[in-house]
C-alpha cells in the first residue's frame, strides 16, 4: 500500500488568517484531487508572527474547523500548523493538525521553539512524540526548527515509514535547510516530507524548497520559490527493503551522558 501525498507550497497573507484560508480553499480543492493527504506549511494561515494575542486560537477555533471542512470535501487527510491557545491560561503551543476525513484530529506540539527568534518567550515547547498513519504509512510528526535535533526523528525511526517536517524556514538559511533534509532520511532510512512556505512575512523572505526524499536520500519531488503543488507517493515497502538491504538502524547504541 503506498500514500499519495500533495505538499502545498504557498504565500501567507501575513497574520491575516481570513483572506489566507480563502486563498488556499481553491488550492487545497486542486491539491487534494487523487490525494491521500494534503500538506500546509508551519502556521499556515498567519505566518510565523510571534503576536500571539493576534493569530493563536483554540484547536476548535476557525483554522482547525477549516481544516476540518476541508477533510471532509475532499475525502482525504489535510495537515498544518497553527497557534494554538492553552485553556489553563499558559503559553500557546505551535501545533501541527492532521485531520482525517471523518474529522479525527491528532496534534503535535513543537518541542523546540526557535529561540534564535524569541518564540520560546511566545510559544510552549511540546513534550511527546506523534506519529500519523495515513492510508498505512506511519509519519512522525515535527515542525520547522525541529528539523535541527537528530534525536526528534532516531527516537521515532523504527515505529515510522517516514517524517513530516512543515516549516516557514527562511531563505538565508536555505541551504542548512535542503541538507537537514537529506541527512535525517538518510540516517534514518525514512522517507522525509518538507513542506516550507514562499513569499515574504514579518520582513523575512522564505524560499520554499518543499522537498520529498527518500530512504536512499534521493529527491523525488522538489519546489523552487514559487508556489505549487508537488506530488509523490510514499511506499512503505520501500523502506522495508532498504532497511533489509543496508541494515544500518540495527547498529545505533543509546547515548550514556556520562561517557
Not at 526557535?114 to 515542525?143: C, K, M, N, Q, W
Not at 519546489?223 to 520501500?238: K, M, Q, Y
Request: charged share 20%.
Amino acid at each position: 500500500m503506498t500514500a499519495s501525498i500533495a505538499l502545498v507550497q504557498h504565500d501567507i497573507v501575513w497574520e491575516d488568517r481570513d483572506a489566507t484560508l480563502d486563498a488556499l480553499t481553491p488550492v487545497v480543492a486542486a491539491a487534494a484531487r487523487g490525494a491521500d493527504l494534503v500538506v500546509l506549511t508551519e502556521m499556515f494561515a498567519t505566518g510565523f508572527s510571534m503576536a500571539t494575542d493576534r493569530t493563536a486560537e483554540p484547536i476548535d477555533g476557525p483554522i482547525v474547523r477549516w481544516l476540518v471542512a476541508r477533510a471532509a470535501e475532499h475525502d482525504c487527510t489535510v495537515a498544518g500548523s497553527l497557534a494554538v491557545t492553552d485553556p489553563q491560561g499558559g503559553l500557546p503551543t505551535n501545533t501541527l493538525v492532521v485531520v482525517g476525513a471523518d474529522g479525527s484530529i491528532q496534534r503535535y506540539d513543537k518541542r523546540y521553539p526557535f529561540s534564535y527568534a524569541g518564540e520560546h518567550e511566545r510559544f510552549a515547547a511540546g513534550h511527546r512524540p506523534v506519529i500519523a498513519t495515513v492510508a498505512g504509512v506511519r509519519l512522525g510528526l515535527s515542525v520547522c526548527y525541529d528539523l535541527r535535533f537528530a534525536d526528534v526523528y532516531w527516537e521515532l525511526a523504527e515505529q515510522v515509514d517516514g517524517y513530516l517536517v512543515v516549516a516557514n524556514w527562511p531563505s538565508a538559511r536555505r541551504e542548512h535547510w535542503r541538507a537537514l533534509l537529506r541527512a535525517r532520511a538518510i540516517e534514518n532510512q525514512a522517507y522525509v516530507v518538507g513542506v516550507n512556505r514562499v513569499g515574504e512575512g514579518g520582513s523575512v523572505a522564505y524560499a520554499g524548497d518543499s522537498v520529498v526524499v527518500d530512504p536512499l536520500g534521493r529527491t523525488l519531488v522538489a519546489g523552487a520559490e514559487v508556489a505549487t503543488i508537488l506530488r509523490s507517493d510514499l511506499d512503505p515497502g520501500t523502506v522495508t527493503d532498504v532497511r533489509r538491504r543496508l541494515p544500518f538502524l540495527d547498529d545505533r547504541r543509546p547515548v550514556n551522558p556520562a561517557g
